[in-house]
T-cell receptor, first 113, second 112 residues
Framework: SQQGEEDPQALSIQEGENATMNCSYK?????LQWYRQNSGRGLVHLILIRSNEREKHSGRLRVTLDTSKKSSSLLITASRAADTASYFCATDARETSGSRLTFGEGTQLTVNP | DTAVSQTPKYLVTQMGNDKSIKCEQNLGHDTMYWYKQDSKKFLKIMFS???????INETVPNRFSPKSPDKAHLNLHINSLELGDSAVYFC???????????FGAGTRLSVL
């Protein structure tokens, strides 16, 4: 079964607003990662949160992890038009530790100038 | 310098043809991957090699054959191409342990 279901599937906001994307997963994890994909490009790693962490920040990004609910959220504050991209969560599951990531279906974020 | 490079970027071919996609990484990573991304952007792992050894082989038609001549290269050969093979194929690499993956720019394959 697929890990990493994200919602919303698509999100459209104005520049300066905050964007929140959610990810749910099914199995125990070592870590959860968020990636960004600009149109026509490869995925780029944004941030990693380990299973024993609850919150992590990187610049305008804030990630939370709730292992009891098997969910994570990515918050982008003060969004910019350049943040327009697809965002994917990916889980490194305990039973396959280090050997694979399972990606969610992604959230398409559009930031309107 | 491009960290993970794959060629070609675009590949348009007829059904039944055989084609190859090449991937090289200069990051010193020990693990490389091939993913298929469909039109809905769903990313599915196909293969993974660690130090030239196959460690992940998902349910992929045996028309797809990966080859890793050394740990910096992972090529994908596809025989008898079918319409359903049309997708974007991504190569990625990682260093063992934390498994943060670095992706190539993708190869858009169109089978006519």
């Amino acid at each position: 079964s697929q890990q990493g279901e994200e919602d919303p599937q698509a999100l459209s906001i104005q520049e300066g607003e905050n964007a929140t994307m959610n990810c749910s997963y099914k199995t125990s994890i070592n870590n959860l990662q968020w990636y960004r994909q600009n149109s026509g490009r490869g995925l780029v790693h944004l941030i990693l949160i380990r299973s024993n962490e609850r919150e992590k920040h990187s610049g305008r990004l804030r990630v939370t992890l709730d292992t009891s609910k098997k969910s994570s959220s990515l918050l982008i504050t003060a969004s910019r038009a350049a943040d327009t991209a697809s965002y994917f969560c990916a889980t490194d599951a305990r039973e396959t530790s280090g050997s694979r990531l399972t990606f969610g279906e992604g959230t398409q974020l559009t930031v309107n100038p | 310098d491009t960290a993970v490079s794959q060629t070609p970027k675009y590949l348009v071919t007829q059904m039944g043809n055989d084609k190859s996609i090449k991937c090289e990484q200069n990051l010193g990573h020990d693990t490389m991957y091939w993913y298929k991304q469909d039109s809905k952007k769903f990313l599915k792992i196909m293969f993974s090699y660690n130090n030239k050894e196959l460690i992940i082989n998902e349910t992929v038609p045996n028309r797809f054959s990966p080859k890793s001549p050394d740990k910096a290269h992972l090529n994908l050969h596809i025989n008898s191409l079918e319409l359903g093979d049309s997708a974007v194929y991504f190569c990625a690499s990682s260093l063992g342990g934390v498994n943060i993956q670095y992706f190539g720019a993708g190869t858009r394959l169109s089978v006519l």
